[in-house]
Structure formats: C-alpha cells, structure tokens
C-alpha cells in the first residue's frame, strides 16, 4: 500500500509558493446521463433480458372451409448484464496531514476520489460504443457486435449498421430513411423515428453545420434542409470520450419505452466514501467503491456508422 507521506510532496512543507497547479482545472459535466436513462437501482446481481421476441406474423387468406392456420410467438435469446464493483483507495501520512501549508490533504483526496468514480461512470457508460462494430471484443447474445448487419430475427437477418462514410447531409438523410424501415422480429416496420446524433468533436461542427442551415449545406442551389425543415435530427450530442473520431451512432426513440432495452446505465450501488485510520502507524485511509453497469439491450436503439475510416 503507497502511503501518501511527505517525501512525495515536499515542496508543500515550507512556505513560499505562489500557488498549486494542475488539480483545480474545471470539470466537465457528466456526458453520459444526456443519452443514457437512469433506472431505478438495481436489487439483484445482475439484470436478464429475453430479447428478439417475435410476435405473429400475416393473416392467411382462409378458402372456404378451409380450416385457419395457426401461427404463434418464439422466445428469442436471452441477454444477461452482471453489475461490477469498482473502487479506489489513498492512504495518507499523519504527518503529511498535518504540517501541509497550502491544502487540507484528506479534503483534497476525497474531492479526487469522486472525480475519479464520476470519470469512470463515463468510461463504462461508452464501452459499448467503443466496440460497437468490433465483431470479436463486440460480440453480444446474437453473435455478433451491437452495430451489424446480420442480427438474426424470425424474419431473416436485419441491419442497424449505416454506410461508412464521414458526416454529411446525404448520410444523414440515408441514416433517417434506413431508420424509417425498422422493422420488429417479424418483419413488420415499426414506428422509429431518429432521436438524436451522438459523436465526437472532430464532427460536431460539420454535422451541426449541416443540420442547422435551412438552406441545403454548402450547395449553390436554393433547396430547403430537409432535415432541418423536419427536425429529422432533432439533437446532437458530442462526447470527447469516443475513441473512434469519426464514427457516429443515431439513438431512435426505443429509447423513450424506458423498459431497460435501450442505453441503460445500471446503479446497484451509489458511491460511498469511507474514513478509517490505522492507528499502528496512524495513517489515515480514504476509500471510494461503487458498483454499477450499462447496456444497450435492442440494437435497434442504435443505427451506427463507422465514419470514413
């Protein structure tokens, strides 16, 4: 265990400076909590889905005295989320707490401690994201990542995957019609409509320029926007914790049910901090824990683009 003692800060022993740099910078606001929903917390070990349930399919033309047909609903596969414990520890000297000119140590800690549980949360928030289109790290309950063009269904194979191409007025408008064809299980098309834009800065400015002209971007015609003229798009997100630069996903309104199935950040247990000291060297010992998870459970809560790259 690494005891924080004053060897390691000794410039904080003896008067004379100015003042401490590199701690205080200003922190950003969670990013996660704009397109995930928060559920109530979770009381068991894990949360199971069963998803891909297929309702019935067309009515058959019945000739006369023909008996009806029968049809009825499958099962799907199941999709299990098993919440983990994260935490962190700082153990200081009761010496450097003590003679410490410029800061209360112990109240520096903690304040550190909690930035660090809430930069995690961003951290397991995207996981998901990051290997959205990763067929080996990737791979969920049907075989294959979240962001695919063959998730298995009762009707055949279906896609949420976009074209891989960087933002621009036409992928946007193809991202819009694809999404206009969702379709259930059984094939039927379902009403989904785009919910918002999540990506990266290095897009940000090029898609909030597209969406927010009414004129057709950068063309010489007088054509309408139509993506704005229909609020088509009607939120953009950017998020600097995307590894990937140019990829962007488009959240629909499966988000809206609020059943679990969309982005879902999963609380068991909220952040606790706790005191303790060792009284045979008296140092005292802070710790942070939390457990919690995230998932996005219907793929077709997100049409994804792996950008140009």
């Known amino acids: ?3 924080i003692d004053r060897s390691l800060q000794p410039s904080q022993y003896w008067p004379g400076l100015r003042a401490l740099f590199g701690m205080d910078y200003e922190r950003l606001a969670p990013i996660y909590t704009k397109f995930f929903d928060a559920t109530p917390a979770s009381e068991k070990a894990f949360e199971e889905f069963m998803t891909e349930r297929a309702g019935l399919g067309l009515a058959v033309q019945q000739p006369e005295l023909e008996p009806v047909q029968f049809d009825f609903p499958n099962e799907g596969y199941r999709m299990q989320i098993t919440h983990a414990s994260y935490g962190l520890a700082v153990a200081i000297s009761r010496e450097a707490e003590d003679d410490n000119m410029y800061e209360d140590t112990a109240s520096r800690m903690v304040k ?3 930035f660090s549980a809430r930069q995690t949360e961003e951290y397991i928030a995207h996981a998901p994201l990051q290997v959205a289109v990763d067929a080996v790290n990737g791979k969920r309950a049907d075989g294959g990542p979240l962001g695919w063009n063959m998730h298995p269904t009762a009707s055949g194979p279906q896609s949420n995957l976009l074209v891989s191409a960087s933002v621009s007025e036409l992928a946007f408008e193809n991202a819009v019609i694809q999404i206009g064809y969702t379709r259930n299980g059984r094939g039927f098309i379902s009403n989904v409509l785009p919910k918002r834009v999540i990506l990266s800065p290095e897009s940000g400015p090029e898609t909030r320029r597209i969406l927010g002209s009414p004129l057709q971007w950068n063309a010489s015609t007088n054509n309408i926007n139509v993506l704005r003229a229909t609020n088509a798009l009607p939120e953009v997100v950017e998020t600097p914790y995307l590894v990937d630069k140019d990829m962007y996903i488009v959240q629909t309104s ?3 049910m609020g059943n679990g199935e969309g982005f879902t950040f999963w609380e068991r247990s909220g952040m606790e901090i706790r005191e ?3 009284w045979s060297n008296q140092a005292k010992l802070i710790a942070m824990w939390f457990r919690c998870s995230s998932s ?8 994804i683009s792996a950008g140009a790259g």
């Open 1 to 3: 265990m690494q005891v």
């Open 112 to 114: 550190e401690l909690t």
């Open 254 to 256: 499966i988000q809206d």
């Open 276 to 278: 303790d000291s060792n």
């Open 296 to 303: 996005i459970v219907d793929w077709r809560t997100a049409y």
